[in-house]
């Protein structure tokens, strides 16, 4: 995966310049597409500059959701988290479990770093900074905590992208982040199906908080992007609701696209990755119907699909 370029979900418009068409569902991310209902916002969030106090909300009602009391700091997503992991140490040997969600190398080149991409927890050992996306982006491995956390003194960061883990949090090492050697990212946008507010978070110990806090500057994350996540983050009825039909309707797409002769290869309950004879000719097959998925520059028999939103949207794929 090493030439593999820095293409993602999410590309809609290229997608209608192609196939033409304007009722497209997007399938080609894992954002939640049944969202939380936003809640009505304040005339300051959107006229004045965010608030300290916002900001104390908001991480208290991520470390609540996240079951964490380790520092942490809001960002605009666990991408911008990403841009700026590499700045956290100096540039020399970083590791990265792959495939995997293709920005993690990629920024890390960028900023200088000598990148090699490993296949497993094993081959991470040495390194000094180290990524594990778990689960993984996108065939939905993931690794036990004890696993992970065994990996602490024999790589010099061991950073660990948790953001397809709000429906599974049983695995997660948010708990943990406030170990030296051991940064967590958390994104808010994918489970709470709200990409667009731009909000993440990132969990580590108290030094590489404040580095990423002094680099995200003093203003990371936007008035609505707080008051959404102070309320969302605080429903637990909702998570709780949400997990549940999440896992059922995976279930549910998964029985669907075997019916295309698709082989279930693994995923999250955010989206599901499929082996196919021919992933083009997958994708074309969706896409003639609306529908736009994930194929990847690596793989030419790999697709991958989000969970549909609502039941006019599961009749589009059920009826192919």
Same mark, same amino acid.
């Given at each position: 995966?090493?030439?593999?370029?820095?293409? +993602?979900?999410?590309?809609?418009?290229?997608?209608?310049?192609?196939?033409?068409?304007?009722?497209?569902?997007?399938?080609?991310?894992g954002i939640?597409?049944?969202? @939380?209902?936003?809640?009505?916002?304040?005339?300051?969030?959107?006229?004045?500059? %965010?608030?300290?106090?916002?900001?104390?909300?908001? =991480?208290?009602?991520?470390?609540?959701?996240?079951?964490?009391?380790?520092?942490?700091?809001?960002?605009?997503?666990?991408?911008?988290?990403?841009?700026?992991?590499?700045?956290?140490?100096?540039?020399?040997?970083a590791r990265v479990v792959?495939?995997?969600?293709?920005? +993690?190398?990629?920024?890390?080149?960028?900023? $200088?770093?000598?990148?090699?991409?490993?296949?497993?927890?094993?081959?991470?050992?040495?390194?000094?900074?180290?990524?594990?996306?778990?689960?993984?982006?996108?065939? $939905?491995? +993931?690794? %036990?905590?004890?696993? =992970?956390?065994?990996?602490?003194?024999?790589?010099?960061?061991?950073?660990?992208?948790?953001?397809?883990?709000?429906?599974?949090?049983?695995?997660?090492?948010?708990?943990?982040?406030?170990?030296?050697?051991?940064?967590?990212?958390?994104?808010?946008?994918?489970? @709470?199906?709200?990409?667009?507010?731009?909000?993440?978070?990132?969990?580590?110990?108290?030094?590489?908080?404040?580095?990423?806090?002094?680099?995200?500057?003093?203003?990371?994350?936007?008035?609505?992007?707080?008051?959404? *996540?102070?309320?969302?983050?605080?429903?637990?009825?909702?998570?709780?609701?949400?997990?549940?039909?999440?896992?059922?309707?995976?279930?549910?797409?998964?029985?669907?696209? &075997?019916?295309?002769?698709?082989? &279930?290869?693994? $995923?999250?309950?955010?989206?599901?990755?499929?082996?196919? %004879?021919?992933?083009?000719?997958?994708?074309?097959?969706?896409?003639?119907? *609306?529908?736009?998925?994930?194929?990847?520059?690596?793989?030419?028999?790999?697709?991958?699909?989000? =969970?549909?939103?609502?039941?006019?949207?599961?009749?589009?794929?059920?009826?192919?």
């Amino acid at each position: 995966m090493s030439d593999q370029t820095r293409d +993602h979900g999410g590309n809609l418009d290229w997608a209608k310049t192609r196939y033409g068409g304007s009722d497209w569902i997007d399938l080609s991310t894992g954002i939640n597409r049944v969202p @939380y209902p936003v809640p009505a916002l304040s005339a300051a969030a959107f006229g004045a500059l %965010p608030t300290k106090a916002a900001m104390t909300q908001v =991480l208290a009602a991520a470390s609540q959701a996240y079951g964490t009391s380790a520092p942490m700091v809001a960002l605009a997503g666990a991408q911008a988290a990403i841009q700026m992991v590499p700045l956290l140490r100096s540039a020399g040997l970083a590791r990265v479990v792959s495939p995997t969600y293709n920005e +993690h190398a990629a920024t890390l080149r960028v900023c $200088g770093w000598r990148v090699e991409e490993v296949a497993g927890l094993e081959g991470l050992a040495g390194a000094d900074l180290a990524i594990v996306v778990n689960p993984n982006n996108p065939d $939905g491995r +993931h690794w %036990p905590r004890v696993d =992970l956390l065994a990996l602490l003194g024999k790589v010099g960061l061991l950073v660990v992208d948790e953001s397809f883990a709000d429906p599974l949090p049983c695995e997660s090492v948010a708990a943990d982040a406030g170990r030296e050697g051991l940064l967590v990212l958390r994104s808010f946008g994918k489970f @709470y199906g709200l990409a667009g507010l731009r909000l993440g978070f990132a969990l580590g110990s108290e030094a590489d908080v404040a580095r990423l806090a002094d680099l995200a500057g003093p203003w990371p994350v936007s008035g609505p992007a707080l008051e959404v *996540g102070i309320t969302a983050l605080a429903d637990r009825d909702w998570a709780l609701e949400t997990r549940a039909r999440l896992i059922g309707e995976a279930v549910r797409l998964d029985d669907i696209c &075997v019916k295309f002769g698709w082989q &279930v290869l693994g $995923g999250t309950p955010l989206f599901r990755l499929y082996e196919t %004879p021919d992933a083009q000719a997958a994708q074309n097959l969706l896409a003639r119907a *609306g529908l736009w998925s994930r194929i990847f520059p690596y793989s030419k028999s790999w697709i991958r699909l989000g =969970l549909p939103g609502g039941e006019a949207e599961w009749a589009r794929i059920s009826a192919l």
